[in-house]
């Protein structure tokens, strides 16, 4: 059995969050009245059509935006850093090296050289690349880079993973592979995770809570507890009957939001 | 069709071209088009280039050229390059230098060689200043684009992950404008000897410029053309190895 970590990750509040794009005259409200309390060591995922704000809100996270008005708080005691983000499209250095790219959150935080260069060697055998460690990016394929990316992540010890639709460009072999390993390191590490994606499933797969937003301005519709034990058996799990109806109830409530979006953009 | 026949053909076919039109060349001459005292066959040129390599006169030229071409290449391009990094990095950097490159990079370089014999004497110090002064131009507005075409995630992806301005700076700008960075070192190249050949015209005793200038107002139209090609060949083995230093300094250039 594997070992589950006793270490929990970052506690968020979010609260009354709001973010506005523009100055002056056009102004573009992305996300409005977002209140979210994430539990420590929670997999929080997040579902919604395009342009409902998921990614902006995960932004503000990684303090990558600001809000224009709203709190967050974070409690990520204990931790080395507070959070590491994992991108779309891998954002690996293309002229970095595997084994420098894994490195990159410690070398900017001036952990030494010999530790530095032992914590990636272990991060790249958790996600299986030691043999591609002296590899450039273009040399990989796509699974393999968001393996690295996931390794980037993990190796700066961060209370808190935010992912972006780490898995949307894999194929679906490989998105199911990468699924199961992010859970299984989820489960060592004992981190809370927050997950973007427009995928149903791959929420009610993964998740410990989805929740479901909608669009212009981007809020919050409903929060539903996944009921599903864990450990999960990703591949039976989305073959029964349960996963399927909840599936569905979700994709009621998005389906409206869909249309609605659509009837407003026809005008 | 295997690669392997098709890379044979397309290496004969980059060699048709020049032998070819040498061969032409040479070949009407030897029939009596065109006058042998003003435009000498190939062949003739292949012989004084030759005699002038063996008496170490050709060797002294290129010396001189070659270093003044380095130094004024080394003074040009470093700060030019660090100049484009700052000015992608920070705005008022971009704003404070912005009108004064528009306003020097269109002035023909070789307009400024009388002021720089005022500064600088007749020496090789004039002359290294105006390669250096005409490669800077080239050098910091590629670095420029290519520092601040760097997608956006690789900003995202440093910030997130706690990088320093001096970190940003070295390891990502730097090495993300890199390919940029060695196209405007390619043209640097070319517009060192450009304008260093020019400046040998006048103001000097020595390199490929004077060899050229010298050996016309003597007419000896073969060691003009030796000028010429030596300058040519020069071009050449130079940008062989800057071709061979970009594949090593980045790999992660697909081929």
């Known amino acids: 059995m594997l070992k589950v970590a006793e270490r929990r990750g970052a506690a968020v509040e979010i609260s009354k969050l709001a973010k506005e794009y523009g100055g002056g005259g056009e102004r573009l409200l992305a996300i409005t009245d977002i209140n979210l309390s994430i539990r420590p060591g929670e997999f929080l995922c997040i579902v919604g059509p395009s342009g409902c704000g998921k990614s902006t809100l995960l932004r503000i996270l990684a303090g990558l935006d600001r809000q224009t008005s709203g709190t967050i708080d974070i409690n990520a005691r204990g931790w080395a850093v507070e959070n590491a983000m994992v991108f779309q499209d891998s954002g690996l250095f293309p002229w970095m090296s595997v084994e420098a790219n894994v490195g990159f959150g410690l070398m900017t935080r001036g952990v030494p050289a010999a530790e530095a260069s032992a914590r990636v060697e272990a991060a790249l055998k958790l996600v299986g690349l030691t043999k591609f460690q002296r590899r450039y990016p273009h040399q990989l394929s796509g699974g393999m880079r968001q393996r690295t990316a996931i390794a980037r992540?993990?190796?700066?010890?961060?209370?808190?993973?935010?992912?972006?639709?780490?898995?949307?460009?894999?194929?679906?072999?490989?998105?199911?592979?990468?699924?199961?390993e992010l859970v299984r390191l989820w489960e060592q590490t004992g981190k809370t995770v927050i997950y973007i994606t427009h995928s149903i499933e791959e929420a009610l797969l993964l998740g410990d809570r989805t929740v479901v937003m909608t669009a212009h301005p981007g809020r919050i519709k409903h929060i539903i507890d996944v009921p599903f034990a864990r450990p999960r058996n990703l591949m039976t799990l989305s073959a029964s009957a349960e996963f399927g109806a909840l599936k569905l109830d979700i994709w009621r409530v998005l389906e409206d939001e869909v249309m609605r979006a659509r009837e407003e953009a026809e005008g | 069709m295997s690669g392997r026949s098709n890379k044979a053909r397309e290496r004969i076919l980059y060699l048709i071209s020049p032998i070819g039109l040498l061969a032409i060349w040479q070949v009407l001459l030897m029939l009596g088009f065109g006058d042998r005292r003003f435009i000498p066959t190939p062949s003739d040129i292949a012989v004084q280039f030759w005699a002038m390599t063996v008496s170490g006169e050709l060797g002294w030229h290129v010396s001189v050229t070659l270093y003044r071409v380095a130094m004024g290449f080394v003074i040009g391009t470093v700060p030019g390059i660090a100049m484009g990094l700052f000015m992608a990095m920070f705005r008022p950097v971009r704003i404070f230098f912005d009108p004064l490159i528009a306003a020097l990079f269109p002035i023909p370089k070789i307009a400024l060689m009388p002021l720089l014999l005022l500064a600088f004497g007749f020496g090789d110090a004039s002359k290294v200043a105006l390669v250096a002064i005409a490669v800077f131009f080239p050098v910091i507005i590629n670095t420029y684009a290519g520092a601040s075409n760097i997608e956006k995630i690789y900003w995202d992806v440093a910030k997130n992950y706690g990088a320093s301005q001096s970190i940003v700076f070295r390891r990502v700008v730097f090495f993300g404008a890199l390919p940029m960075i060695f196209a405007g070192l390619r043209i640097a190249l070319a517009v060192s000897f450009i304008v260093l050949v020019a400046a040998e015209f006048v103001a000097t005793k020595s390199g490929i410029g004077y060899l050229i200038w010298n050996s016309w107002e003597l007419l000896r139209v073969d060691v003009m053309f030796v000028g010429i090609v030596t300058i040519g060949i020069l071009g050449l083995i130079v940008s062989a190895i800057f071709q061979e230093i970009e594949r090593k300094v980045i790999p992660w250039k697909a081929e």
């Open chain 1, 153 to 180: 992540a993990f190796v700066t010890d961060p209370a808190m993973l935010l992912m972006d639709e780490p898995f949307a460009a894999l194929d679906a072999q490989n998105r199911v592979i990468l699924q199961a």
